[in-house]
Every structure is written in structure tokens, then in C-alpha cells.
């Protein structure tokens, strides 16, 4: 089974020097959710933090159902991204909630998603009935930022192309 992360849009909060990217997740042509994720800071900003968050590569990732995390219990694992270990999918408000996990939820504006915890658990029962009929889970990742119409004023409006037919 196939998960497509678009991103559509990516930011920064100059006052908190904290920059992440939005995107939506997709599992065939179902919208799952808006996905939250820091990535590198730009030059200028509090250098001392610059490792704190960066966001995945675009590129395609196995992921790991049912990862046992400490703080989060068991959530997704996107696994053999380069460069980087431990990249989990939780729970979460804004990009000061994560140190460069996918943090799901629905973008209403501003610097933050809301009912992170709802969007966690619809995106577990995906992977879940994947993984009960023994799928392998691949998350796609790209940027898909020429497509963008404002995520905050068409949430669902990612896939390739839609923004030329207008969905």
C-alpha cells in the first residue's frame, strides 16, 4: 500500500525561528490528513538550532506499523530515510512539538494543526488493516509546491494536477 505526502506549503515563524512544511496524506484517493513537519532553518535564524528539524527527502520510505515509542506508545516509523533514525508519525500542534516526525492533523491556518490526535488514529486504522493483511506500507514523499492554491483555502486539494482541473 502506497501513502502519498504532498507537500504544499512550507513557512516560517519568524518570532519563534521555527520553519515547517504542510502537506496532505493520501492513501489512493482518500484523503487521510494534513501532515506537519519541520525542515532546516533558513540562514539568519538561531544557527544553534539549525539540526533541531529538518523535513524527509523526497523519495519513497517502507514504514513500520507498529513502532514502540516511550513517549507515544505504538505509532508508524518511516524508516531508511538517509541521513536519519527515528522518524515517527505522532501526535502534535505545531513544528515545536517534533525534532523532524510527521505530526498529522487538520490545517485551519496559521502555525499549528488541530485534532492531531483524531488524525493519528484514522491514519493508524489505515495502516493497521495493511498491516493485518500482511501489505508492505510505503510512504511517497514529495514537494508539490508549484501545484499550491493556498492549503488553507482548498485542505485536500494536492494531488498532481488538481489544481489545473480545479478540484
Known sequence: MYLEL?????QCHTLRA?????GDLWCGPEWLCNI???YD?????NV?????GRAIPEGEYPILVNYPSSKFGLVPLIDRVPGRTGILMHP?????????CLIPGRYDGGFMVLRSRHYMEKVQRVLLDAHNRFEPVV???QNLFGYEKGLANSIGNSRPG??????
Open 48 to 52: 544553534e538550532r539549525v539540526d533541531w
Open 139 to 141: 510512504l511517497k514523499v
Open 18 to 22: 521555527r520553519c515547517f512544511c504542510l
Open 41 to 45: 532553518w533558513p540562514h539568519g535564524f
Open 92 to 100: 502534535g500542534n505545531t513544528a515545536n512539538d517534533t525534532r523532524g
Open 36 to 38: 506537519l513537519e519541520p
Open 6 to 10: 504532498n507537500r504544499t506549503k512550507h
Open 162 to 167: 488538481s489544481a489545473i482541473l480545479g478540484r
